[in-house]
Structure formats: structure tokens, C-alpha cells
T-cell receptor, first 115, second 115 residues
Framework: KAGVTQTPRYLIKTRGQQVTLSCSPI?????VSWYQQTPGQGLQFLFE???????NKGNFPGRFSGRQFSNSRSEMNVSTLELGDSALYLC??????????????FGEGSRLTVL | GENVEQHPSTLSVQEGDSAVIKCTYS??????FPWYKQELGKRPQLIID?????GEKKDQRIAVTLNKTAKHFSLHITETQPEDSAVYFC??????????????FGGGTRLMVKP
């Protein structure tokens, strides 16, 4: 079974631009979460989607948004990029539907550098 | 919201020694506590988890203990090996009405096992 796939793996943007990151979950997994990983802040929760609905949202500004498609693939978008948005963005999928205690299977991440 | 603190931030041990990483959480309603291991340049992977109705869980050389009253939980690795060198993250589930998958992570512990 293929793991969680994230694209692109690396990207460089300049301040003010926007970026879209993609995540394909493990087949059969309907829950997709996004986390931001930085050396100083660790792993911080962005949002979680299930059946095309955002169920949870972390404490990030409105510039960070996401969506999920009917095939469970998810995208996240960051608009008006700032230098502080440079980070590794990790997507994770989970099998359990209605529990908040499911194992997360992470992708390898998309490393965003904002210049 | 939930807040998870993790100590120490770095830990260096000699091969064969034991390593202990401790975490505290703030939300008494949290009921699921996983530990993830992230090797350099790789994705985080679940190594062990514990639910609030259990005080201790073991899996070969690793064990996790949970003290609900004190709101802290710990990871114990015995007979450490060089391949245990990685960053370890504790996490706590965050209850919400949407029953989604949302984890609050600790800041991480970089474990170095010296041969």
C-alpha cells in the first residue's frame, strides 16, 4: 500500500506570493491533517479534514487555508507569504473516522523556503 | 487549548544505557498520548501510544507510563542502540465536539546514543 504522498517536496517562493501544497493520503484513509514543523516551534497543528469538511483548525492566521476533495486528496494554500512561513509542511492521514485517537501516518513533507 | 511541554530538549546517552523523556499536558480531558520518532530527514513515525485508561504500556525496549492525576507521561527506552538516535515527540489528543484527529505535540527531544 502506498504511503502518504506530498508534492512538491521542495519549493522556494518570495514574500507576498502564494503557494499550494498537495497531499494524497493512504488509500482508504479519509482523515487528512496538516502540521507545520519549524526548528523553533516544533510540530504545530494547522487543520484537519474528513469527508471534505474541515473538522478542526489550529491557531494560524486566515492566510492558511485548505480543502479536501471527494477522493480524500487534500491541498493547503498559504497566501501573502511571509519569511516566517518557511517551514516543513507535513501532511498526515488517519484511518479512524470518528475518534481523535488514530495513528497518524505522515508524508515526507513539503519544505517551503520564503525569500 | 491543550499545552504539552517536553523535557529534556536534548539527551545524550551511552549505548546500552536507558533514556527517559518526560512530558506534561494541561487538558485533563485529553485521553490519548502517542509518541513519534523522527529520524534525520525522515517523516515522524508512531512508536508507541497509551490511552488514559492504562497506566503503562511496553513494547520490547520501549515503554510509556501515564500519570493522569499529575498530568504527565514518560517514554522509557532501555538498552539504547545507535539507531535509537532521533528526535522524539510526545503528543496529547485534544478533545473537541467534532471528534477529529488533532494532536498537540511537545517541542521534541533530540536523543543521541553514543557507541
Amino acid at each position: 500500500k502506498a504511503g502518504v504522498t506530498q508534492t512538491p517536496r521542495y519549493l522556494i517562493k518570495t514574500r507576498g506570493q502564494q503557494v499550494t501544497l498537495s497531499c494524497s493520503p493512504i488509500s482508504g484513509h479519509r482523515s487528512v491533517s496538516w502540521y507545520q514543523q519549524t526548528p523553533g516551534q516544533g510540530l504545530q497543528f494547522l487543520f484537519e479534514y474528513f469527508s471534505e469538511t474541515q473538522r478542526n483548525k489550529g491557531n494560524f492566521p486566515g492566510r492558511f487555508s485548505g480543502r479536501q476533495f471527494s477522493n480524500s486528496r487534500s491541498e493547503m494554500n498559504v497566501s501573502t507569504l511571509e519569511l516566517g512561513d518557511s517551514a516543513l509542511y507535513l501532511c498526515a492521514s488517519s484511518l479512524l473516522a470518528r475518534s481523535n485517537t488514530g495513528e497518524l501516518f505522515f508524508g515526507e513533507g513539503s519544505r517551503l523556503t520564503v525569500l | 487549548g491543550e499545552n504539552v511541554e517536553q523535557h529534556p530538549s536534548t539527551l545524550s546517552v551511552q549505548e546500552g544505557d536507558s533514556a527517559v523523556i518526560k512530558c506534561t499536558y494541561s487538558d485533563s480531558a485529553s485521553n490519548y498520548f502517542p509518541w513519534y520518532k523522527q529520524e534525520l530527514g525522515k517523516r515522524p513515525q508512531l512508536i508507541i501510544d497509551i490511552r488514559s485508561n492504562v497506566g503503562e504500556k511496553k513494547d520490547q525496549r520501549i515503554a510509556v507510563t501515564l500519570n493522569k492525576t499529575a498530568k504527565h507521561f514518560s517514554l522509557h527506552i532501555t538498552e539504547t542502540q545507535p539507531e535509537d538516535s532521533a528526535v522524539y515527540f510526545c503528543a496529547a489528543s485534544t478533545k473537541n465536539n467534532n471528534a477529529g484527529n488533532m494532536l498537540t505535540f511537545g517541542g521534541g527531544t533530540r536523543l543521541m546514543v553514543k557507541p
